[in-house]
Structures are given as C-alpha cells and as structure tokens.
Nanobody, 120 residues
Framework: QVQVVESGGTLVQPGGSLRLSCSVS????????LGWYRQAPGKQRELVAG???????DYGVSVKGRFTISRDNAKNTVYLQMTSLKPEDTAVYYC??????????????WGLGTQVTVSS
C-alpha cells in the first residue's frame, strides 16, 4: 500500500560526498517520520538519521557533523547528504517511512536499500 524507494547509492572515494534520495508513495494520510538506516554485512541495522513531522532530527554518533537529513514534503521525499565519507560508511542504506494510510491505519514501511561503497 505504501511504497518506499531509495536511490543514489554508488561507489565513492574516501573524503567524497554523496546524496541519497528516498521517495514515498501510495495512499498516505500523513507521514510522521522518515529515517535512514544502514546495514553492513554481519552487522545489525543501525539508525543513521531520522526526521519527524515537526522537523526534529536525530543522528547516529558516527555520522554527526558529516551527514544531513532533509525532506521535501511536497514530493514526499527525504534526502541524506553525506560528506567526508569514510570506508566505515560502506553499507546498504535503507529508508523507512512511518505514518498513517488513507484508511487511518498506521504503517511503517522499508525500502529495499541502496548500496554505498566508500573505497579508493
């Protein structure tokens, strides 16, 4: 019912920058929160950055000062601007949207992820 699609992942050199996008579509009454998570092989999925309907943001400790989350409400799109990338940032990045459907049912939906590889 709610679709979440990430894009923008690619190979990038250490110290470089990259912007990820996440588009949310479907029958949606209201989006309450959007977030970026990442998962490296053999590791747990972790929060990278989140943003609420009221624009409160939250960042993982390892990305504070380097990554910025933002959203375009008119497009139901959330972005993750990544700078000063490190090899440790290599992971599959997932987008999550939470809110209420047009039928007033709460939802939490994941995208399929986009690969970010930081390497020389």
């Amino acid at each position: 019912q709610v679709q979440v699609v990430e894009s923008g992942g690619t190979l990038v050199q250490p110290g470089g920058s990259l912007r990820l996008s996440c588009s949310v579509s479907g029958s949606i009454l209201r989006i309450e929160a959007l977030g970026w998570y990442r998962q490296a092989p053999g590791k747990q999925r972790e929060l990278v950055a989140g943003i609420t309907r009221t624009n409160t943001t939250d960042y993982g400790v390892s990305v504070k000062g380097r990554f910025t989350i933002s959203r375009d409400n008119a497009k139901n799109t959330v972005y993750l601007q990544m700078t000063s990338l490190k090899p440790e940032d290599t992971a599959v990045y997932y987008c999550r949207a939470e809110g209420f459907t047009g039928d007033y049912v709460p939802f939490g939906s994941w995208g399929l992820g986009t690969q970010v590889t930081v390497s020389s």
